[in-house]
T-cell receptor, first 113, second 110 residues
Framework: NAGVTQTPKFQVLKTGQSMTLQCAQD?????MSWYRQDPGMGLRLIHY???????DQGEVPNGYNVSRSTTEDFPLRLLSAAPSQTSVYFC????????????FGDGTRLSIL | TQLLEQSPQFLSIQEGENLTVYCNSS?????LQWYRQEPGEGPVLLVT?????EVKKLKRLTFQFGDARKDSSLHITAAQPGDTGLYLC??????????FGQGTRLTINP
């Protein structure tokens, strides 16, 4: 069992470039989410999904797109990277019912120059 | 926007001392989770508290959920260097959405 796998682990982009952060889980979890972690601000929810074909916005969705075509995968797209999007990005998954623990990937450290 | 205020943000103490980390909000949460995060890794769940007034113990760690389900505390007894890390509280707002506190960076000095 790999759990939640995020790729790449590190990425440097120039302002205006686009890219996709990959997230895959092998636990058959319905719920998947993307967070960004910035110093002194904890984790903030970007987008989330409660199942294949269903996505919704979190606290800080601007500049990011997501899709959920399968239960396993939940990619996060940066359409036109900006320096303000420099952060560490975490993908998480969980079962949907009750107060289930979220399983986090190891993160993608993204720098926008 | 629901906010969780975590305090202190930084704490450095000597091995063997006791400490308490607080997590406060004006909002009611259906549950509250505590995570620990090591450098270069994602957060890992320590405990979930669901009922107001609930107390859970994990070895030397004691977690309490406030009676009104708006606040929580983490108490560590006889801290050890292995307890060093970033501790995060997160309140559940339903449908698995979590609101995270800013985190407490704990350093235990030998």
């Amino acid at each position: 069992n790999a759990g939640v796998t995020q790729t790449p682990k590190f990425q440097v982009l120039k302002t205006g470039q686009s890219m996709t952060l990959q997230c895959a889980q092998d636990m058959n979890h319905e719920y998947m989410s993307w967070y960004r972690q910035d110093p002194g601000m904890g984790l903030r929810l970007i987008h989330y999904s409660v199942g294949a074909g269903i996505t919704d916005q979190g606290e800080v969705p601007n500049g990011y797109n997501v899709s959920r075509s399968t239960t396993e995968d939940f990619p996060l797209r940066l359409l036109s990277a900006a320096p303000s999007q420099t952060s560490v990005y975490f993908c998480a998954s969980s079962l949907l019912q009750g107060s289930q623990p979220q399983h986090f990937g190891d993160g993608t450290r993204l720098s926008i120059l | 926007t629901q906010l969780l205020e975590q305090s202190p943000q930084f704490l450095s103490i000597q091995e063997g001392e006791n400490l308490t980390v607080y997590c406060n909000s004006s909002s009611v949460f259906s549950s509250l989770q505590w995570y620990r995060q090591e450098p270069g890794e994602g957060p890992v769940l320590l405990v979930t508290v669901v009922t107001g007034g609930e107390v859970k113990k994990l070895k030397r760690l004691t977690f309490q959920f406030g009676d009104a389900r708006k606040d929580s505390s983490l108490h560590i007894t006889a801290a050890q260097p292995g307890d060093t890390g970033l501790y995060l509280c997160a309140g559940a707002t339903g449908a698995q959405k979590l609101v995270f506190g800013q985190g407490t960076r704990l350093t235990i000095n030998p």
